[in-house]
């Protein structure tokens, strides 16, 4: 199983994306056809403990449940791909030198690619309300007023992760 990079980006396996920050990370796990398996928050001072859980995953489905947001595999396909890491994309924003240094650290046997993040919030908004309609009443809004309920850095990670995927951006 090879991983492309350069102009072609990652294709296989399962790729985990990254926002990181100073209080919090976003994380995301997107298939190869760049539909999220599974997202969610950590605090940044529990990354320790976060990448236990990644290591725990192949033999605990649950490991990670305590900073997950998202699972919308219906099937539990997300959980069974886990143990097919074959990349980690990271955002270069704000500590993402520092996370991603922390990442290679840990020795996980995959390559890490960092991209930029400018305009993944943004991308994060359009992705939450592609799983989450909107409720009734905010269809009678124009778009740029319907504000997400809760913070979004795990879908800016999906963002993050397929900006990976795709390749970079010149």
């Given at each position: 199983?090879?991983?492309?990079?350069?102009?072609?980006?990652?294709?296989?396996?399962?790729?985990?994306?990254?926002?990181?920050?100073?209080?919090?990370?976003?994380?995301?796990?997107?298939?190869?056809?760049r539909e999220l398996l599974m997202s969610g928050i950590f605090p940044a001072g529990e990354r320790a403990l976060f990448w236990q859980g990644l290591r725990a995953l192949a033999g605990d489905v649950n490991a990670l449940a305590p900073w997950t947001l998202e699972a919308p595999s219906p099937r539990g396909e997300a959980s069974s791909g886990m143990a097919f890491v074959t990349a980690f994309v990271v955002g270069d924003g704000t500590w993402g030198g520092e996370l991603a240094s922390n990442?290679?650290?840990?020795?996980?046997?995959?390559?890490?690619?960092?991209?930029?993040?400018?305009?993944?919030?943004?991308?994060?908004?359009?992705?939450?309300w592609r799983l989450h309609?909107?409720?009734?009443?905010?269809?009678?809004?124009?778009?740029?007023?319907?504000?997400?309920?809760?913070?979004?850095?795990?879908?800016?990670?999906?963002?993050?992760?397929?900006?990976?995927?795709a390749g970079p951006v010149d």
């Open positions: 199983m090879a991983v492309a990079f350069g102009s072609v980006g990652i294709h296989v396996g399962v790729t985990v994306g990254l926002d990181p920050g100073r209080d919090k990370v976003g994380w995301a796990f997107v298939g190869e056809g990442l290679e650290a840990q020795d996980f046997g995959c390559p890490i690619l960092r991209v930029d993040e400018r305009g993944t919030t943004l991308e994060a908004r359009i992705l939450y309609g909107p409720f009734w009443w905010q269809r009678l809004l124009p778009r740029t007023l319907w504000v997400p309920p809760r913070p979004l850095d795990d879908l800016a990670a999906w963002a993050i992760a397929m900006r990976g995927m």
